[in-house]
Structure formats: structure tokens, C-alpha cells
């Protein structure tokens, strides 16, 4: 990928970089690190055929990290400026170094081990520049839309539908010898269109995004797809409370999988405000979930060389049948817990959760004939997870499923249970693979919730 659609290039970068470590030394910090970005996108909303917003980005920042002292007494202090001019990097240092004099000495301070730095970035080829125009953009929402509209008479109004394309690039930088950085892109398509008049007006949508727009799926199968969605919701019921199998669709599942890696992140850990304090080499999920994290995926969006520390990821079983093999751990976290970086710092890399029970042929339909008799949840609102207990409770709306066969739409209801029973009483991952941000699985059967309704 070539620097040219940035105004500084790699080199330039590091240049900088480089002199905001010079300076930091001059000044008599101990040790510094540095971030510096840049980037620039495009964003548009159209609704109804008509354009609500195009807005463009051009951003870049640096952030410098400042230590005093000694290894055991480190304090440290941290300022940002988006102005790359020299006496601006000086400035900013020096505002860096003021702070960290006044700040409390921290044990557990400090930069990541020199061995644990990754020296020798390789390429993930992580970037895919769109460098689409306005006009074009505002096109391919248009069609989005117009196809959610083509759909059914139905669909009555809309939310919306959007384009963004966003490419970045940055460098991190040490006084432990580190420096890295590469591009990166992100681009979507989105719609959410209304089905529906008055008091049984429904909602949904859809997206694709992708870091290749090559890649996208077409607008008008996305707007199809969100249409048909809008359009499964109409005539609502309401349920009475109850407990039964309940099955959270793929796009919902990798939820439950980021409330594990919440659960299990090193700030939770050493805090102990977490339900799986402990659970290193313990049971957590049933014994046929596997959870594997491999931030080398070529072009994956949840792909890293190295961490927001420049440590170096790895590929790894986080979970082995059933079984925790490893927490995500920044280097502060893992020193507060007396262990080791995991190279996490920033978040999970690829996550991927499976099931030594999942066959080929697993896909929607036949998780519906193995939910049987239950909840299919599709939405999910407010937060509703307390890591301290795991108690589990979110207001929910879906379908209700009667021997495999979907029966009608569901609102107005509530899902609760405990996160510790819930992992473990995972029966079933669907082979309608979906990924999310940084993780992927499909959808997850969970043997038995109290559904909550009248």
C-alpha cells in the first residue's frame, strides 16, 4: 500500500517519532513512548433519497508517555498535540515530563520487557484504500435504501443508510528500541429501514464492513436483507414468563464472547471485580467450546502485528475444551497480577469461538430444529451484565420457535440468567459464522434462560 494517500509518509513518521524520543531523553525522562497518527475518510447519510449528511476527515495526532525513576518507583505523565512542528514536540514532551514529576510512583509502571517487543513487524497487509467521492458515496447508500424500500409496500419509512470509508496509518515508538506501525483501512455500507405504520411500526438493519470495499457485500443485498428483517418483526407478541432453550443469533452471539474476554481482561482480574476471578486452568465454558485467538489473519480486521504497546501477538488457545489457558493481559495488568503480557493491550485479536460438536451442515436452519422448542433472540437492549456476579439480564426481542419452525415475532420480553451458567450450558455453535468487529462465531444455543414477558 503506498503512503501517497497520507500527507506524511511511514518514514516520515518514524522521523518524528524518533526526535520525541530524542527529546524526552534530553529532558532526563528515564524512559518514553510514542503514538503518532494520521488519517482521513469519508462519511454519508442519506434517508429517504436524500442526503442528510457528507462529512470528511482529515486527523492526525501524537501522544507521548513520559517515566521517572526507577524500575519498582516509576511515575509517569502523558500529553497529545495534533501539531507536528518541532517546538510543538518539544512543548508536548515537556507537558508529559511536568505531569509525571507530580504524579504518585507506581510499582507496577513502566514500559514492556525488552524481549517481550516485537523487533520485526511482519506485513498483514491491513489496509485497502477507498478512496471513493462524495457523490459516488451518496449513490451507493441511495441504492442500499432503495433497495430495502423494493423489498415490500411494507416498508413504510427509514433510518437511513450510510457510507463510510476510513484508511489510517501510525507509528509507535520506545526508548526500549521498539518502532512500528503500518496502515490501516475500514469501510462500510449500512441501512436500517421501518416496516410497518403507527403503533406496529418495526425496525432493523444491517451492515457490511470490511477493510477491502472490494469486499463489501453489493448495497442492494444488504438493503434487501434489512428489509426482510424489518419485515419478520411485524405483529409483535408478548410472552408469559417462562424458562426455556434460547438461541442468540451469530451477529448477537459475539456478545457473549466479548463479556468473557471482559471477564477475563487483566484490568478485571487484579481489580477482583470480575465472576471468573480465578479461572485460569478451570472449567468456564461446556467441554466442547474451543476459543482461539490468532491476530495474523492476512487483511482481518481484528488482525496486529504487535499491541497498542508494541508487544508482540501470537496465536493461541484461550480456551481448550472448556477450559481457560489464558487471561488478556496488558503489561501493567500482568505485573499487578504477577504474570506475564499476553500482548493484549488494546483488546483481543481474531477471536474465534467453535465447537468440537459443530457440523457442516449447521447452519441457521438446523440450529433452529436443534433449538426446538424456544427463544430465538435477534436484539438486545441495554447493558444489563454485572461482571462482579455474572448476573445476566437484558430486555430482548426475537421469534418464538416451536419444533424448529419459527411461529412469530417476540418484543417486550426480558432474558436473564448468570454468565457462569450460561457459558457452561452451551449445547450448541452454529456454522452461520459471522464476524464482528474482532470476533467471529456463529450462533449459540444455550440449554435453558428465564424469559421474562407478561
Known sequence: MSDSVFFHSQDQLKEIAQDVLRYAREKGASDAAVEISEGNGLSVSVRKGKVETIEQN???GIGVTVYLGEPGKIRRGNASTSDFSKQSLRDTV????NIAR???ADDCAGLPDEDTLEMNPRDLRLCYPWLIS?????KLACRAEDAAYAVDKRITNSEGAGVYAQQSHFVSANSRGFIGGYPYSRHTISVAPIAGKGANMQRDDWYSSMRDSAKLAQPEAVGRYAAERALARLNARKLDTRKCPVLFEAPLAAGLLGAFVQAVSGGALYRKSTFLLDSLGKPVFAPHIQVVEDPHVIGAVGSAPFDEEG???????VVKDGVVQGYFLSTYSARKLGMKTTGNAGGSHNLSLTSTLTQANDDFRQMLKKLDTGLLVTEL?????NYVTGDYSRGASGYWVEKGVIQYPVEEITIAGNMKDMLLQIVGIGADTLIRGTKQTGSILIEQMTVAGN
Open 58 to 60: 482529515k486527523d492526525k
Open 94 to 97: 515537556d507537558a508529559a515530563y
Open 102 to 104: 507530580f504524579t504518585a
Open 134 to 138: 462524495s457523490e459516488e458515496a451518496v
Open 311 to 317: 508487544v508482540k501477538t501470537s496465536r493461541r488457545e
Open 381 to 385: 437492549m441495554g447493558q444489563g451484565v
